[in-house]
């Protein structure tokens, strides 16, 4: 396997503007991942974990520092570059799931392949392959507003998968869940991690999820405060 | 684009009832604009044909000093016709017509008229002149029924008519109504009778004299008639135009509250879109769209409106305005206090330009109005847009 990490970030530091002065947010962070990672950001709450999250997933921009992820510098990148790289190998899952209400299931999975100039007939194969994945082969044409709290993550889930992105990013993804439904999700992503050595990187203080995670990095503050590794 | 449609399309029928709000609205706009302007447009052109029929023929020659607005410049304005002209007038393709003042007493009242000499047998003219080919104890007249009504006088009624001959001497006679005829063209019959030329040459002692010479539509015209003027038809019509485009005018600002109103609809669905659509914004962005294509999609949403609308509209508007278009539009007051040519229906016309580019620019001004407040999302922070925490 490749051992070249899909994510280097060194010395970055990532400051708000806040009333007339400035809040750094992260206050400089070193971290490299590899390919296959199942791993973590945790903290308390302002410690930094969406902001390093978003920057991975270049929806946004370090103040300082350096951030590449998957060889793209992201700081440097255009804004059809960082779109490109979000749309090819970027998968995101959000806490409130953020699914296109007016879309049925089927079609929310499909987006981004759509995106993606896939044809008809891959987008099908590749739609079913990934809601198969989730366990949500009944109820393809419902729309989210229709599905309860666990079966919209999982769509979030098969929409974030569906193309088989290199990384996904989770921000508190079972923050909305009950507990079952919280290790149903996370044994799913667990086992598309082994299967299709998809990188998970997550944003948590949910100890459901800490306790599946191979790599926990414990932010505080805007700083890497411990990492823990678990071989398993 | 096919993608940004078909998701514009999607939201939008997702919205629902905000949706078809907007494209009644601008579906009302469609039909409305496109009858009043195919009224317009029918009305410019029946008034141009029964202008046509009644009065002008295919143009006119005009002796010079004739001024249709000044009754005095009457007394000068006749000359023996062109002998150029002769065949043409034998062959009844032009028609010479004496115009004169005279002065009539209906019922013992004094009333200035324009007496109007004219070939009782020529057939350029809707005006049934066959009528004054008769025998009456009298001079035969006919007179349009806005005039008669205004004389109270009716067919067979005799009344008195003065006039100053070519030597300034007056002389009188009778005249018998024998011929009553409504038209839509208020100018060959206001204060206006006609009588036989050839009768109105001999009491005026002016022996094949005219006024003006009435051609027959489609005629080749002679320019450099010595004494007289040509008058083509569209100089003859230009008032009609001119009319048409005053109307039209008035129109306009209805038109524009009409086009306002569907717009603040718009423009209300689409900064309300915004702003409720953070989230969906902010995941466009994270699923691989750059901030300009996600104002593209919420511009290419805006403008599917009037599409929505120009579907709606054709679903209803066509049938409408085909049959208006059938049966014509009855105008809802007298017409003949209009001044100029008005039929009391009207048949609009339609033509594909006047559809088209009303559709192209209520779709264009919706277009603009989309993307008007669709151009904040380039400037939104796609993190905060994602937790829609903007304000
Ligand atoms: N756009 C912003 N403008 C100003 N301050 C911000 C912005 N985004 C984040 N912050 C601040 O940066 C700090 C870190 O925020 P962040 O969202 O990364 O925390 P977090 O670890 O994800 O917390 P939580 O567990 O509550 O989600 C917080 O104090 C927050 O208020
Ligand atoms: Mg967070």
């Known amino acids: 396997m490749d051992n070249s990490p899909i994510i280097e970030i060194e010395k970055l530091v990532k400051k708000f503007p806040m009333g007339r002065g400035e809040f750094t947010a992260l206050n400089g962070i070193d971290l490299r991942f590899k390919q296959g990672e199942f791993a973590g950001l945790i903290g308390p709450s302002g410690s930094g974990k969406t902001t390093l999250l978003n920057i991975i997933g270049s929806l946004d921009v370090p103040s300082s520092g350096t951030a590449v992820v998957m060889g793209r510098t992201i700081e440097n990148l255009t804004a059809r570059e960082s779109a490109k790289l979000r749309k090819e190998s970027l998968g995101f899952i959000f806490q409130s799931y953020n699914l296109l209400a007016v879309h049925t299931v089927y079609e929310n999975v499909e987006f981004p392949l759509l995106l993606l100039n896939y044809t008809a007939s891959e987008r099908k194969k590749m739609v079913s392959d990934a809601l198969e994945w989730v366990g949500l082969t009944e109820k393809i044409k419902s729309k989210p507003p229709q599905l309860s709290g666990g079966e919209c993550q999982r769509v979030a889930i098969a929409r974030a998968m569906v193309k088989r992105p290199s990384l996904v990013l989770a921000d508190e993804p079972t923050a909305n869940l009950d507990t079952a439904n919280s290790h149903n999700i996370l044994k799913t992503m667990e086992t598309l991690n082994r299967e299709l050595k998809t990188t998970f990187l997550f944003a948590t203080h949910d100890d459901k999820v800490i306790s599946y995670l191979r790599r926990k990095i414990f932010l505080l503050d805007g700083k890497v405060d411990k990492e823990e590794i678990t071989s398993n | ?310 579907i709606v509209s054709a679903a209803y508007g066509l049938p409408f305005l085909g049959w208006m278009a059938k049966n014509g539009w009855k105008m809802p007051v007298d017409t003949s206090e209009f001044g100029i040519a008005i039929a009391q229906t009207l048949y609009p016309v339609y033509s594909a330009g006047l559809i088209l580019s009303t559709v192209l620019i209520v779709t264009l001004t919706t277009a603009a109005v989309s993307y008007w407040p669709s151009r904040r999302i380039a400037e939104m922070n796609p993190t905060d847009a994602l937790r829609g925490r903007l304000q």
């Open chain 2, 1 to 310: 684009m096919i993608l940004a449609i078909k998701l514009a399309y999607r939201n939008l029928i997702g919205a629902g009832l905000r949706t078809w709000l907007s494209v009644t609205v601008l579906s009302f706009s469609f039909v409305v604009i496109i009858f009043m302007k195919g009224v317009l447009t029918g009305w410019d052109r029946q008034a141009k044909t029964d202008m046509s029929n009644w009065e002008i023929g295919g143009g006119q020659y005009w002796q010079k000093n004739y001024d249709p607005y000044d009754p005095f410049t009457l007394n000068e304005s006749h000359a023996p016709v062109p002998s150029e002209l002769k065949d043409e007038i034998t062959a009844g393709n032009i028609e010479p017509s004496l115009i004169v003042p005279g002065t009539i007493y209906p019922q013992g009242r004094l009333q200035s008229v324009v007496i109007k000499g004219i070939n009782p047998r020529q057939s350029i003219l809707l005006l049934p002149s066959h009528k004054l080919d008769t025998i009456a104890d009298g001079i035969p007249a006919i007179i349009g029924s806005l005039m008669a009504k205004s004389l109270k006088a009716s067919a067979g009624d005799h009344i008195m008519l003065r006039w100053r001959d070519a030597n300034g001497t007056f002389d009188a006679g009778d005249i018998v109504i024998t011929g009553i005829f409504s038209t839509n063209v208020p100018a060959v019959e206001a204060g206006q009778i006609y009588i036989p030329l050839e009768k109105l040459r001999e009491i005026m002692m002016m022996p094949d004299e005219a006024t003006i010479l009435t051609f027959r539509d489609g005629m080749k015209t002679l320019t450099g008639l010595e004494g007289w003027i040509l008058m083509t038809k569209d100089e003859l019509t230009a008032p009609v135009d001119k009319m048409i485009k005053t109307k039209s005018a008035g129109q306009s600002i209805l038109f524009g509250i009409l086009l306002l109103l569907a717009m603040l609809a718009v423009f209300d669905t689409q900064v309300l879109s915004i702003f409720r659509r953070q989230r969906e914004i902010g995941t466009y962005v994270a699923l691989g769209y750059t901030r300009r294509q996600v104002v593209g999609l919420f511009t290419v949403e805006g403008t599917m409106h009037s599409v929505l609308a120009a």
